[in-house]
């Protein structure tokens, strides 16, 4: 049966998608224009489009157009789909390690339930005792909480970003982000219409200078930032980096976010910008990476003046993340549970990284000692899209570097994550899989 003309024109848009002409995030045509130049009608091609979306190509957004679809979140965080596949994609614990005391707890608490308030629509932010829990864990990486009311819980900081994005800007606005970032953010601002601007890092993350430069063409409404062992090239800032960083945010009066997520990784404690800039800056951090993804437990600290509006806002859009979960966050923390566990999971990551080291030292990799990622910097002949597709016929997840790209040239790099593959002897043959992958193209000297 032969084809109709619409299909005809969606498989060759298709085609040029794959080849790069229309690159992920990018408009296409409007329908009008491209049956101009293609001597069709826009009915043509607006069938052409419906068709590619719902293949999942592209998406259409009424009154804004139609985007070659980013799948930011999907390419990135893969879970895995068979027992074969090896998952150096996700940024997670080694959750093996911390389920022995989960289990312990989940049944100790549920066989001793007696406090209604945990099945209650509880006030405002949650319990107070929850936000004290919530104010050590931060603490002890470094933020100064004045007091527990600053706090509030999210479900995850993932629900903590969306929240202050939606909330401290608006549609068109300018979001400073660095060079390469976490693709939850972009993310969050592409379904928002936040406009996305790059600002140049290095080995310690965001360049205070080039944010400053930024800020005076573009004005954005708030910079985010991930200071400790950063998603995706794990920059960590020092403390001078955080102090010139927080001179800039006062300078240019716009919001600060901190993503502090990963800050149990870092070697010492290092102080949180927003010690410096208290009052511009929402604090975020979770226990996702230290403890467990799937308990959402997230903490946020808000500027004192700010309070009274973030929590309006999350009990207008969730009312409040489940405090059942928040009982057992707090039981691991008041324990000291949570801090073995962080502790634990950071010294798996540097034994993870030292096996890096051993099978791909031959090239160019940007890390911390203990960091769960691992920014791999491919040979030149080797591009990231096409390594990361024939790693993957290998079974092999990772992620390419145009996932985390917020704008300009990505670099011809890969994520790996050290932590998502639980049996050390399954990672190290994906190590092995990877470096012989690797040399297949590496004529480099
Ligand atoms: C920098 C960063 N922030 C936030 C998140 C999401 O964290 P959560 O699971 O707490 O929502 C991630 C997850 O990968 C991340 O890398």
């Known amino acids: 049966m032969s084809k109709h003309k619409y299909q005809l024109i969606a498989a060759q848009l298709r085609s040029l998608i794959d080849l790069g002409k229309y690159p992920q995030g990018s408009k296409l045509p409007a329908h009008r224009e491209l049956a101009k130049e293609l001597g069709t009608t826009a009915v043509t091609v607006a069938k052409a489009y419906q068709l590619l979306v719902e293949q999942g190509s592209i998406e259409s957004f009424v009154g804004r157009g139609s985007y070659v679809s980013s799948q930011y979140l999907q390419g990135v965080i893969r879970a895995q789909q068979s027992d074969k596949q090896l998952n150096f994609s996700i940024l997670q614990p080694c959750l ?28 405002n932010s949650g319990l107070l005792e929850h936000r004290r829990a919530g104010a050590s864990w931060c603490a002890q990486y470094g933020l100064e909480v004045s007091s527990p009311e600053q706090l509030i819980l999210t479900n995850g900081a993932q629900n903590a970003l969306a929240s202050i994005i939606a909330l401290y800007s608006n549609q068109g606005d300018y979001i400073a ?62 403390q001078v980096r955080r102090e010139a960083l927080a001179k800039v945010i006062a300078q240019q009066d716009i919001w600060l976010v901190e993503d502090e997520i990963y800050a149990f990784l870092n070697t010492e404690k290092i102080a949180a910008i927003s010690n410096f800039v208290a009052e511009k800056a929402f604090y975020i951090s979770s226990l996702s990476k230290a403890i467990s993804p799937g308990m959402r437990c997230g903490y946020l600290r808000v500027p004192q003046s700010q309070y009274s509006k973030v929590v309006d806002y999350i009990r207008a859009t969730l009312w409040l993340p489940s405090p059942f979960m928040f009982e057992i966050a707090s039981a691991m923390i008041d324990s000291g549970n949570a801090f073995r566990a962080a502790a634990q999971q950071k010294k798996t990551a540097a034994h993870r990284q030292q096996l890096v080291t051993r099978y791909l030292s031959a090239y160019k990799l940007q890390r911390q000692r203990s960091s769960y990622s691992c920014w791999l910097h491919l040979p030149a002949n080797w591009q990231a899209d096409s390594f990361t597709a024939s790693a993957k016929k290998q079974g092999l997840l990772v992620s390419s570097a145009a996932y985390f790209n917020s704008g300009g040239q990505a670099a011809n790099a890969v994520r790996l994550s050290v932590m998502a593959i639980a049996d050390e002897v399954d990672f190290i043959q994906g190590l092995e899989q990877l470096a012989a992958l690797l040399a297949l193209h590496n004529t480099e000297p």
Do not use: H, W
Not at 98 to 122: C, G, R, T
């Open 96 to 123: 093996q390690q911390n389920m022995p005391v989960l289990k312990q707890l989940f049944k100790q608490k549920i066989s001793a339930l007696e406090n209604p308030q945990l099945f209650d629509y509880s006030e």
């Open 177 to 238: 982000l660095e060079a390469q970032t976490y693709p939850g953010i972009l993310a969050i601002c592409k379904y928002l219409g936040r406009k996305v601007l790059p600002i140049a890092m290095d080995e310690q993350g965001m360049l205070p200078e080039a944010l400053t430069e930024q800020c005076e063409i573009c004005k954005p409404s708030m910079v985010i930032v991930v200071p400790s062992q950063q998603n995706p090239t794990a920059a960590t800032m020092g």
